[in-house]
């Protein structure tokens, strides 16, 4: 079946702009999660989501980041006033549910470069 | 809060030798452990976990992990190695609330990048 998407698969945008990622989840899936991964910091938590809210945000690096998820299933994540320590790529995944016993399924990311 | 250290940042082996990719963790209770591999240009995969009984654990690709508590290890295995196999490779643990629940948070070491020469 299909796994998770992302798109754009990259972006390229000048400082200062805003962007939005986004991120369709495995069907039937109800937690999902954005992942950052840059050189300097690795892969860090951003957001869960189960179902359409947001339990744990203690991820978003600033107030220029949020995200949200309609239905149940398409979530994106919206960078405003893009600086370029913003420059990363953004990971989705999404499980059954919200717990570690089920396995996190990840998309392929979004490369985003800020120039 | 938990963390998770793997010490080698690189690592060239000859196809058909053997690995181990170090990774410790820090985390007071039973963690839960994880092992995911990138191969460039992809997401994440996961290799194998480890929640909780027999200490090593047989996950995907021919790959194994031994849990030592005494250690605060969760080293990755493979006893030969194939050209395939280069990729990076992460070492993960599940954070857990105040109240003793998760629902799945990762924190992931900084990762290994195996090369493996013909």
């Known amino acids: 079946g299909a796994g998770v998407s992302q798109s754009p698969s990259n972006k390229v945008t000048e400082k200062g702009k805003d962007v939005e990622l986004r991120c369709d989840p495995i069907?039937?899936?109800?937690?999902l999660y954005w992942y950052r991964q840059s050189l300097g910091q690795g892969l860090e938590f951003l957001i869960y989501?189960?179902?359409?809210?947001?339990?744990?945000k203690s991820g978003l690096p600033s107030d220029r980041f949020s995200a949200e998820r309609t239905g149940g299933s398409v979530s994106t994540l919206t960078i405003q006033r893009t600086q370029q320590e913003d420059s990363a790529v953004y990971l989705c995944?999404?499980?059954?549910?919200?717990?570690?016993?089920?396995?996190?399924?990840f998309g392929p990311g979004t490369r985003l470069t800020v120039t | 809060a938990q963390s998770v250290t793997q010490p080698d940042i690189h690592i060239t082996v000859s196809e058909g030798a053997s690995l181990e990719l170090r990774c410790n963790y820090s985390?007071?209770?039973?963690?839960?452990l994880f092992w995911y591999v990138q191969s460039p240009g992809q997401g994440l995969q996961l290799l194998l976990k480890?929640?909780?009984?027999?200490?090593l654990v047989q996950g995907i690709k021919g790959f194994e992990a031994e849990f030592k508590r005494s250690q605060s290890s969760f080293n990755l295995r493979k006893p030969s190695v194939h050209w395939s196999d280069a990729a990076e490779y992460f070492c993960?643990?599940?954070?857990?609330?105040?109240?003793?629940?998760?629902?799945?948070?990762?924190?992931f070491g900084q990762g290994t990048i195996l090369t493996v020469h013909p």
């Open positions: 995944a999404s499980s059954l549910v919200g717990q570690g016993l089920y396995e996190q399924y």
């Open positions: 069907s039937g899936h109800t937690a």
């Open positions: 989501f189960q179902g359409n809210s947001a339990p744990d």
């Open positions: 985390y007071g209770a039973t963690p839960y």
């Open positions: 480890y929640f909780s009984g027999d200490t």
């Open positions: 993960a643990v599940q954070e857990f609330n105040a109240g003793g629940t998760s629902y799945g948070k990762l924190t």
